[in-house]
């Protein structure tokens, strides 16, 4: 009889002993970590640009510091736009300078052409061009002086290689016509009287040229030679017909 009552009171003191534990136990498993669950709410996120600044009651909202770019090329300057190709204006001011005997009657003169053409390639240019030289006698300082205008047009191709994309070197020839404005007469005189009346022109220009960021707007300067024969005196072992001119200019592309 007493056996039985030390082994129900055993029995039950080792049943209320596992209830107590049991609670234990579910507890601690509670507290291992699921990996089939997301990660806990609170865990900081990433720091990217999206989430840069992004209200988090957790007090782990992102500093600027601790933000990274999506992109790692973000930060870089854009690829310029193409250059245009088409319609292209050109204004030159410069000088106009003669050789053999007329350079002793005319001075050196003051220079300006405008130049409209259109580019078939990004290469290879067509254009037409009109000049104007205004200069004077008495160059060689016993000439009475007189001044007067030199007017040409004509026209020509252009052949450009980029050195860079934004630096370029070209070639010009053209074929016109040359003619001084003056008097009848004024310089048969001094024998050029083929200068008062139209007449061939042969010119071949180099130069250098720069491209602005502004893909319409370009800068150059150039240069060369020109043949004319009505710029020869008309005499025996007379010098050639040659001129030169230089200038600087700028130039548009509609």
Known sequence: MYGDEVRWKASFALLFVTLLAVP?????D????DPTK????????????????KVDLSGNANTRAEAKPLDADADEA????????????????????????LAQLATTAPYAS??????????????GQAELALTTTGGDGKTRKRAFPIFGFGGGVRVTVHVTPRVALFLAPG???????????ALAIYGYQDLESLGLSLNGRLGLEWYAVNR?????????PRFAPSLAKTAANASPGLAWDVGAGIRYTF
Do not use: C
């Open 216 to 224: 319409h707007f370009a800068l150059g300067i150039s240069g060369g």
């Open 30 to 33: 509670d507290k291992s970590v």
């Open 24 to 28: 234990s136990l579910a507890r601690a």
């Open 175 to 185: 074929i016109g016509a040359i003619v001084a404005d003056v008097p009848e007469r």
């Open 78 to 101: 854009p690829p310029l736009p193409p250059r245009k190709k088409g319609l292209v204006l050109d204004s030159r001011i410069g000088v106009f300078g003669f050789t053999g005997e």
């Open 38 to 53: 997301p990660a806990d709410a609170t865990a900081k996120a990433p720091a990217t640009e999206e989430n840069l600044g």
């Open 114 to 127: 405008l130049q409209l053409g259109y580019e078939i390639f990004d290469w290879l240019m067509v254009f």
